[in-house]
C-alpha cells in the first residue's frame, strides 16, 4: 500500500518569502507555454503569428484563466456561500479555483485579444491548443504535491493512502490527470496540429480530448464534500465536462464541413 509522501507545500524558504511549489508549478507552465509556442510559431507559415503575439497571448491567458478560474469556482461551486459572503469572492489565497471557469475565461481573453490584432479567434485557439497540457500537467502536479483533490476509496494495487484525510487507499487521481490531461492529450494535440487543419479542428480536438478524459477521472476522484454527487450519480466536473465534448464534435465536422 503506497503512502502519500506529505510533501511540505513550501519549496524553498528566502528569509521571510516562502515560494510554493504551486507556485513553481505555475510558473513552470507558463515557461512551457513560450517555449513550446516558440516552436509553433517556426513551424507556422502566418507571419501574424510571431513571438511578441506570443508573449501578449501569455499576459491575457494567466488574466484569463485568473479572473476565470476564481469566478468559475464562485459561480459553479459555492454561488449560495459567495452571494451571502461576497467579499470573500477576492479572497483567492483562501483557495478555490475551477478549471471550466479558467477556460471560459481564457475564452473571453482570446476573443477580446483576437478582435484587437485583427485575427479569428478561432486562429488564436487553435495555435495555443497545444500548448495547454504541459501547464494542465504542472498543475496536477501541484494538486498531488499538496496532497488534495484526492481520489475515492479504492482496493486497487497502486491505491493511495492520503494520512492527511483518512487512512482508507484511494485512487491517486491527481496522477490520472497529469497522465491524461496533461502527458496524453499534449502528444495527441501536439501531433495532430503538424499537419495543417481546418480552422477549428485543433481546438475542437482539445475540447474532445480534455472534456472526455476529465470525465472519465471523475469517476475516481472524491466529489466535492459540499456539493456530492448530483443528478445521474455524476459530479459538478462531469456535468461542466460534457459540454466541452459537445462542442467540440460541432466544432470539428463543422471545420472539416467548411473545407469539403
Do not use: C
Request: no cysteine; charged share 15%.
Amino acid at each position: 500500500m503506497l503512502v502519500h509522501p506529505q510533501f511540505d507545500p513550501v519549496a524553498l524558504h528566502l528569509g521571510p518569502l516562502a515560494i510554493h511549489w504551486y507556485g513553481l508549478m505555475y510558473l513552470a507552465g507558463f515557461m512551457a507555454f513560450l517555449w513550446l509556442g516558440r516552436k509553433r510559431i517556426a513551424t507556422l507559415n502566418n507571419p501574424q503569428i510571431n513571438a511578441k503575439l506570443l508573449d501578449d497571448l501569455l499576459f491575457y491567458g494567466v488574466l484569463g484563466v485568473i479572473l476565470g478560474g476564481r469566478l468559475g469556482y464562485v459561480l459553479f461551486y459555492k454561488a449560495g456561500y459567495y452571494s451571502s459572503h461576497p467579499l470573500e469572492i477576492l479572497a483567492v489565497w483562501q483557495g478555490g479555483m475551477s478549471f471550466h471557469g479558467g477556460f471560459l475565461g481564457v475564452l473571453v481573453a482570446m476573443v477580446w485579444f483576437g478582435h484587437k490584432q485583427q485575427l479569428r479567434w478561432l486562429q488564436i485557439t487553435d495555435f495555443i491548443a497545444p500548448l495547454v497540457p504541459p501547464g494542465l500537467a504542472f498543475g496536477r502536479l501541484g494538486n498531488f504535491i499538496n496532497g488534495e483533490l484526492w481520489g475515492r476509496p479504492t482496493d486497487v494495487p497502486w491505491a493511495m493512502i492520503f494520512p492527511k484525510v483518512d487512512n482508507l487507499p484511494r485512487h491517486p487521481s491527481q496522477l490520472y490527470e497529469f497522465a491524461l490531461e496533461g502527458i496524453l492529450l499534449f502528444a495527441l494535440l501536439w501531433l495532430y496540429a503538424r499537419k495543417p487543419r481546418p480552422t477549428g479542428a485543433v481546438s475542437g480536438l482539445f475540447l474532445i480530448g480534455y472534456g472526455s478524459f476529465r470525465f472519465i477521472v471523475e469517476f475516481t476522484r472524491e466529489p466535492d464534500d459540499f456539493l456530492g454527487l448530483l443528478s445521474l450519480g455524476m459530479s459538478m466536473g462531469q456535468w461542466l465536462s460534457l459540454p466541452m465534448v459537445v462542442a467540440g464534435v460541432l466544432l470539428m465536422v463543422l471545420s472539416y464541413r467548411r473545407t469539403a
